[in-house]
């Protein structure tokens, strides 16, 4: 399904991490169009249905697909149990797949919310196989965070952690106390406001260029390029 045109409009916490190192990328990617195909986001679409829906094991035909729905359970259910030991508190009112706003400037998508107690847990799946930014130092997950606080300013701790069903280990966590997402938050509004603004500063980086759209058309990438030439 397409997502609705005012979320593609506004950063959103997937994008985050590339938009707090450079500020033209939200733009960038804005303008120009996706040139590789698309076949892995839509892999990792039918994967996260699975998870949305609790697709029973035996009705997913793929092998694949269904090692990915176990191991995610698996590890989702092994978390659930340490968050619950440590808030001391039953996890209830599980949601999947909500959105939040952090007013009308920004959005994410969370993949799986419980509430315990005053404490949360926040989950992000990486449903195919390559290596994701550990969860103590990543910023979608930050981000995720930051939007629960936001939006129930009630919420104490967040726990959050990063499930890649195919990475030795199949998860990791993080846990943020409220000051900090509040910290965090201000930063965040930081990055989004440099990223919305006229003619952003490009910056290049292996880890936001590899996903921008603009990158054939980038004169930051180019002049990268071809000093990394001229060395030779
Ligand atoms: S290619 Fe890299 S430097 Fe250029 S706009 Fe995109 S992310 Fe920024």
């Not at 990438?221 to 030779?232: D, G, Q, V, W």
Request: glycine residues 4%; aromatic residues 10%; proline residues 4%.
């Amino acid at each position: 399904m397409d997502r609705p045109k005012e979320v593609d409009a506004k950063l959103s916490a997937s994008k985050m991490e590339a938009a707090s190192r450079c500020s033209a990328y939200f733009q960038a990617n804005h303008k120009f169009a996706w040139k590789g195909d698309r076949d892995s986001a839509s892999e990792g679409t039918i994967r996260h249905d699975h998870e949305e829906n609790q697709t029973p094991l035996d009705e997913i035909d793929d092998d694949e697909r269904r090692k990915c729905a176990y191991r995610c359970r698996e590890a989702l259910n092994e978390i659930r149990e340490k968050v619950s030991k440590a808030t001391g508190c039953e996890g209830e009112l599980a949601e999947r797949e909500i959105r939040l706003w952090y007013g009308g400037s920004w959005s994410g998508q969370l993949d799986y919310v419980e509430r315990f107690g005053v404490d949360v847990l926040v989950a992000d799946y990486k449903t195919l196989h390559g290596s994701h930014t550990p969860a103590p130092t990543n910023i979608q997950l930050l981000a995720q965070a930051v939007l629960m606080k936001h939006n129930y300013p009630d919420t104490n701790n967040v726990y959050a952690c990063l499930i890649e069903p195919f990475n030795d280990p199949t998860y990791t966590t993080v846990m943020y106390p409220s000051e900090y997402l509040l910290e965090k938050a201000k930063w965040l509004e930081e990055v989004v406001e440099n990223s919305y603004a006229k003619n952003p500063e490009r910056v290049f980086g292996s880890k936001q260029c590899k996903w921008c759209s603009a990158l054939y058309v980038c004169p930051e990438a180019r002049s990268h390029l071809i000093s990394c030439l001229n060395k030779k």
